[in-house]
Each structure stands twice: as structure tokens, then as C-alpha cells.
């Protein structure tokens, strides 16, 4: 599938002086051309490019060859069994119609004499030398796109390129793969550039042509799944087995790319995108990532003015763009799972059982999620939903520290702290109003559960339609209650509670942290 993609250049007063005097050398060439070959089709002329290569060469010996093959190219796009008006026909009409005077009129010319005179055109080489284009050729400079022009022997302008894509599906986000891709194999393709003068700016058009590989690497074989996270700001991967079980994992860090401009960022960005699916392609795995629509990004007073400085310096929806992008090119399936209650489930069910970290275990559930694995919630903390000594505990542990957060808040005279207080205050206030529900939903059940295993058999296990809402209800009963923390990184203390099924014995000998948490007073 060909495709061509508009882009913007910026440069130096100065070389763009040099570019518009190349344009017009190359743009008589065109004229040239594409009247030689008028006149050599009506006398049936074998070989004609032979013929108007030798004369050009002749009238534009200061133009590089390549620029004169591609002047043919262009000619050769007219057609020449009616007449073309070079820099437009409708523009020219009206400059003949002699109406306007003064200045409509020489903007009128001006618009004209750019369109006519305003063409720079290189057609793309697959060979190594070309580099996928030998005159007109993308390249980084600084850490930022660039094209070089040629505009001698061994002399060049580097201009650069300004572009973004507007959304997910803009071609250029394939462009720039190829591109990365091309550089980092010497695997070259071919791609041909256009350069043209509006209203004294430089444009420019890429034309390529977009591979179609058949996908290769499937969730048949498991995936490597992704979890984007703000606080440190990393990559949390995990490679998941076909049959759910985790086989390895590993972070990466993204401070690196907070100081960076954006062009820099970019390519850094696409660097990473290809060693991640160079790794799903190692591995004979497919690539699961959360369906982000958007980053929360948080709100100003919310007394997180770091958190959103680093959200707004590193947009993971377009990193994920990139990485599609790239996956698509290489034959590697991406699956986009719903990224709800994944962390919360990660953090509670695996990070204590695994021993690994909560994000990873968030990314080990997109993984699973993506595979078409569904998360029960484990009896023990099923039980611990239904056991209304425990929640009572847990509510009046919520209501000291929210009256600890109002005094705080009144005392505090810095605005950042007392806002950070007040939106600690807010979660504390849903909390308690999460338990305060679930705690009355109980009230109408007995305060034991009966049965041999601690559940009653008429209640079964949590209903599916509810077992998300439960997870967030699970989240706020267990964590601050008994580590303290509402996102604590070490959770290896709910392993006894989750695995080995000793709540009961545990319930009844909570007390209070000097950090304020709880603890059995006995080793589990």
C-alpha cells in the first residue's frame, strides 16, 4: 500500500535562500523535460530519457544528476496529450484577465511564480548508499528529525522537520517505525520526497510504500504484557505462559525522558517501542496493553503538582501508538484489554503471593486478562468481606484518621500540603462510606459464617457482576487497616491472609502500629 504524508520543514534564512535557488533550477529542468517529451512522443523517439537526461545535463550542469533523473520522473507524471499550465492554470487565467492592480495583483503573481518555480523532487533508493533516499533523506540530528537536502557536491542543508500525528491511525506513526527500523538494521526502503514554496514556507511530502507482514507471533504462545505507571514513572512487563502462569519480568525507567524535548523523546520513545516487541519476538509472544484512552493526569489543588508535571512531560497514549505501530510492522499481535481494577487485582491477589512488585503484578493481570483468564476473588478475602468485626475495626481506624486529617488540614498554612491533606481527606471520606455500606448490607446475616470452610453455602462466592466493585471495597478494607498505607510497595504481609487461610486467628489480635497499621501480636 503506497502512501504519501504531508510534513512542514524549518531551517536557517540563509539555506533556505540556497533551497529556493535549487527548487528553481529544478523546476526549469521539470519544464524542460516535460517539453522535450511532448515532442519526442510525436516523433515516436525510442529511448527518450536517454535523450532529455543528455540535454538537461547540458542546460543544468550545476544540478546534481540525481535531481535531473528525478525531473524526468515528474515531467513524466504530466499528461501530454493536452495542454499543462506550470503553477497552476486557474491562477494564470486569472492574471490574464488583467482585473487586479497593485498589491492583490502581486500576490496573485507571487502565489503563481511559487507554484511554477517552488519544486524540489528525489526519488527514494532501497540501495545502501541512498539510504532510502540519496538527495532528499530523513536523519537525526541532535536527537530531533531532520531531512537533509542535497544541494551540491558533498554539500547539504539540514532542515528541520516538524510534524506530529493527529491520532492513531495517522501513516505517520508507520513512517517514523520504518524509519527507526531502517536505521537500526541497515535494512533500508525507499521513499520519495517533495519538497514545495507556499506563502514562503517550505512543505514537503514523503510517498513510501507500507509492508503488510503476516502476523506471526500470537497469544497462542502466551504474551508480554505492559502496565504504564506514573509513580516512579516505568514500564512494568511481564511474560505470561499460554496457560496464565508468570515466567519472567522486569521494569524499565522513563525518568530519562522527562528533560527531553519532544522530537528527542520521540525517537527515544521508538526506540523503546522496538525493544519490546524485539522482545515479544524472542520470546514467540504477542504484546498485551491496557485500552488507555486517556492518562489520568490529575487536577489542579488535588496537591499532586509533581505527579501531573511528570504526566504532562511523558503521554503514554501516544508511546503505545508508537509501539502498535511498530508490532504491526514486525508481525506481532497487540491485544488491548479493559485496564479496570487490573492494579488493584495485581496488588491485593499476586504481588503478596509471588513476591514481586505491584506493578508487575498489574501487568502479570493484563497479561492473564488478555489471554482470556477470569480473576475469582481468593476464599480468605472473601471471608474477610463478610466478617463484620473486622470492617468495624477497619471503619473506626478510617474515622481517627479522619479526624486526624481535619486537624491537620485546619493547622496547615502552605497551600500545596493543605491541599495534598484535603484530597487524602477525600479518599478517607469515600473509604468510610465504602465500609459503612458493606457493613450494613451484612447487617441482616449472621455475625459467623457457618459451614465446615467459614462460608455459607447459601451465599456462594462473590457474583461475578459484583466482584470488581468488591476489589475496590477489598482494596480500602485491607490495605490502610492493616499496612498502614493506602498504596503500600511492600504487600508481603497480606501472604498469610491470602494463602494460608489464617484470618480467624488473626482478626481477633490486631493492634495498632506506631505507624498506624496493624499487626498480629504473634508471628503467623
Given at each position: 500500500m503506497f502512501v504519501s504524508l504531508q510534513f512542514k520543514l524549518e531551517m536557517k534564512k540563509e539555506d533556505k535562500e540556497k533551497l529556493i535557488k535549487l527548487m528553481r533550477k529544478q523546476s526549469s529542468a521539470i519544464r524542460v523535460a516535460y517539453n522535450m517529451l511532448k515532442e519526442l512522443e510525436k516523433e515516436k523517439t525510442k529511448n527518450p530519457h536517454a535523450q532529455i537526461y543528455h540535454r538537461l545535463r547540458q542546460l543544468f550542469p550545476e544540478l546534481p544528476t540525481r535531481y535531473i533523473d528525478s525531473a524526468i520522473?515528474?515531467?513524466?507524471?504530466?499528461?501530454?496529450?493536452?495542454?499543462?499550465?506550470?503553477?497552476?492554470?486557474?491562477?494564470?487565467?486569472?492574471?490574464?484577465?488583467?482585473?487586479?492592480?497593485?498589491?492583490?495583483?502581486?500576490?496573485?503573481?507571487?502565489?503563481?511564480?511559487?507554484?511554477?518555480?517552488?519544486?524540489?523532487?528525489?526519488?527514494?533508493?532501497?540501495?545502501?548508499?541512498?539510504?532510502?533516499?540519496?538527495?532528499?533523506?530523513?536523519?537525526?540530528?541532535?536527537?530531533?528529525?531532520?531531512?537533509?537536502?542535497?544541494?551540491?557536491?558533498?554539500?547539504?542543508?539540514?532542515?528541520?522537520?516538524?510534524?506530529?500525528?493527529?491520532?492513531?491511525?495517522?501513516?505517520?506513526?508507520?513512517?517514523?517505525?520504518?524509519?527507526?527500523?531502517?536505521?537500526q538494521t541497515k535494512n533500508y526502503f525507499a521513499y520519495t520526497v517533495e519538497l514545495k514554496l507556499r506563502d514562503g514556507e517550505i512543505y514537503g511530502s514523503v510517498s513510501f510504500e507500507i509492508p503488510m507482514p503476516k502476523v506471526k507471533h500470537t497469544k497462542e504462545n502466551g504474551v508480554i504484557a505492559i502496565d504504564i505507571n506514573a509513580s516512579p514513572i516505568h514500564l512494568a512487563i511481564a511474560e505470561v505462559s499460554k496457560t496464565g502462569e508468570l515466567l519472567?519480568?522486569?521494569?524499565?525507567?522513563?525518568?530519562?525522558?522527562?528533560?527531553?524535548?519532544?522530537?528527542?523523546?520521540?525517537?527515544?520513545?521508538?526506540?523503546?517501542?522496538?525493544?519490546?516487541?524485539?522482545?515479544?519476538?524472542?520470546?514467540?509472544?504477542?504484546?498485551?496493553?491496557?485500552?488507555?484512552?486517556?492518562?489520568?493526569?490529575?487536577?489542579?489543588?488535588?496537591?499532586?503538582?509533581e505527579l501531573r508535571k511528570r504526566l504532562h512531560q511523558w503521554n503514554a497514549k501516544k508511546f503505545l501508538q508508537k509501539l502498535k505501530r511498530v508490532a504491526m510492522l514486525k508481525g506481532v499481535e497487540v491485544i488491548e484489554v479493559n485496564p479496570a481494577y487490573t492494579?488493584?487485582?495485581?496488588?491485593?491477589?499476586?504481588?503478596?503471593?509471588?513476591?514481586?512488585?505491584?506493578?508487575?503484578?498489574?501487568?502479570?493481570?493484563?497479561?492473564?486478562?488478555?489471554?482470556?483468564?477470569?480473576?475469582?476473588?481468593?476464599?480468605?478475602?472473601?471471608r474477610l468481606l463478610k466478617d463484620k468485626a473486622y470492617l468495624e475495626f477497619a471503619l473506626k481506624r478510617y474515622e481517627k484518621r479522619e479526624e486526624e486529617l481535619r486537624e491537620l488540614t485546619e493547622k496547615e498554612s502552605n497551600e500545596y500540603k493543605k491541599n495534598a491533606l484535603k484530597s487524602e481527606l477525600r479518599s478517607v471520606e469515600n473509604a468510610r462510606k465504602l465500609l459503612i455500606n458493606l457493613i450494613q448490607s451484612l447487617q441482616s446475616?449472621?455475625?459467623?459464617?457457618?459451614?465446615?470452610?467459614?462460608?455459607?453455602?447459601?451465599?456462594?462466592?462473590?457474583?461475578?457482576?459484583?466482584?470488581?466493585?468488591?476489589?475496590?471495597?477489598?482494596?480500602?478494607?485491607?490495605?490502610?487497616?492493616?499496612?498502614?498505607?493506602?498504596?503500600?510497595?511492600?504487600?508481603?504481609?497480606?501472604?498469610?491472609?491470602?494463602?494460608?487461610g489464617l484470618w480467624d486467628r488473626v482478626r481477633s489480635r490486631l493492634v495498632p502500629l506506631e505507624a498506624g497499621g496493624t499487626v498480629p501480636t504473634r508471628d503467623f
Open positions: 520522473y515528474k515531467a513524466k507524471q504530466y499528461p501530454t496529450d493536452k495542454p499543462v499550465v506550470f503553477g497552476s492554470k486557474r491562477l494564470f487565467e486569472k492574471l490574464c484577465k488583467n482585473h487586479l492592480t497593485g498589491k492583490a495583483r502581486e500576490k496573485l503573481k507571487k502565489q503563481w511564480r511559487e507554484l511554477r518555480q517552488g519544486t524540489l523532487i528525489a526519488i527514494g533508493s532501497k540501495h545502501k548508499t541512498a539510504q532510502g533516499n540519496l538527495l532528499l533523506r530523513f536523519t537525526e540530528l541532535n536527537g530531533k528529525l531532520h531531512l537533509r537536502i542535497t544541494t551540491g557536491s558533498r554539500e547539504f542543508i539540514y532542515a528541520k522537520v516538524l510534524r506530529e500525528p493527529s491520532n492513531s491511525k495517522d501513516k505517520w506513526l508507520t513512517f517514523m517505525a520504518m524509519l527507526l527500523e531502517s536505521w519472567s519480568y522486569q521494569t524499565i525507567s522513563l525518568h530519562h525522558l522527562l528533560g527531553l524535548s519532544q522530537n528527542s523523546k520521540d525517537h527515544q520513545e521508538w526506540i523503546l517501542a522496538h525493544r519490546i516487541v524485539d522482545l515479544a519476538i524472542q520470546k514467540g509472544k504477542a504484546i498485551a496493553i491496557e485500552n488507555l484512552k486517556k492518562l489520568k493526569k490529575g487536577m489542579r489543588g488535588d496537591g499532586k503538582a492494579s488493584i487485582i495485581g496488588m491485593l491477589k499476586y504481588a503478596p503471593q509471588l513476591h514481586i512488585d505491584k506493578d508487575v503484578a498489574g501487568a502479570y493481570v493484563i497479561g492473564r486478562r488478555a489471554l482470556g483468564f477470569k480473576e475469582d476473588m481468593p476464599e480468605n478475602y472473601e446475616e449472621p455475625s459467623s459464617c457457618e459451614g465446615a470452610n467459614g462460608r455459607n453455602p447459601k451465599q456462594g462466592r462473590v457474583a461475578k457482576t459484583t466482584l470488581q466493585s468488591a476489589w475496590q471495597v477489598l482494596k480500602v478494607a485491607l490495605l490502610f487497616p492493616i499496612l498502614g498505607k493506602v498504596l503500600p510497595r511492600d504487600l508481603s504481609p497480606l501472604k498469610p491472609v491470602l494463602v494460608e
